[in-house]
């Protein structure tokens, strides 16, 4: 099962920072939007950000302003840059690419901030 590559999610204190980066194999061809979601505990799974291939960005709004969605084509990779970070975006993030081929998703990774 193909499967994005997700780095970067560790523990920080509130007001910290942290850079997410997914990764897209190259089976994966004709992607137009991708995505970071994150879930927390006890909560439904809810949009952060996303990008289309021509730089379109769309942010939830408890994140404007704090967080910077990017993507590099070439290597079918998207980047979250997250600053400062709140307890309450403790959560477990998820890469999501969409295109030709459908929805793919990452493993997740954690991302816990300490007040």
Not at 93 to 111: F, P
């Amino acid at each position: 099962q193909v499967q994005l590559v997700e780095s970067g999610g560790g523990l920080v204190q509130a007001g910290g920072s942290l850079r997410l980066s997914c990764a897209a194999p190259r089976s994966i061809f004709g992607i137009n939007i991708m995505g970071w979601h994150r879930q927390a505990p006890g909560k439904q799974r809810e949009l952060v950000a996303s990008i289309t291939n021509g730089g379109m960005t769309n942010y939830a709004d408890s994140v404007k302003g704090r967080f910077t969605i990017s993507r590099d084509n070439r290597k079918s990779t998207v980047y979250l840059e997250m600053s400062g970070l709140k307890p309450e975006d403790t959560a477990v993030y998820y890469c999501e690419t969409h295109g030709r081929l459908g929805d793919y998703w990452g493993q997740g990774t954690q991302v816990t901030v300490s007040s």
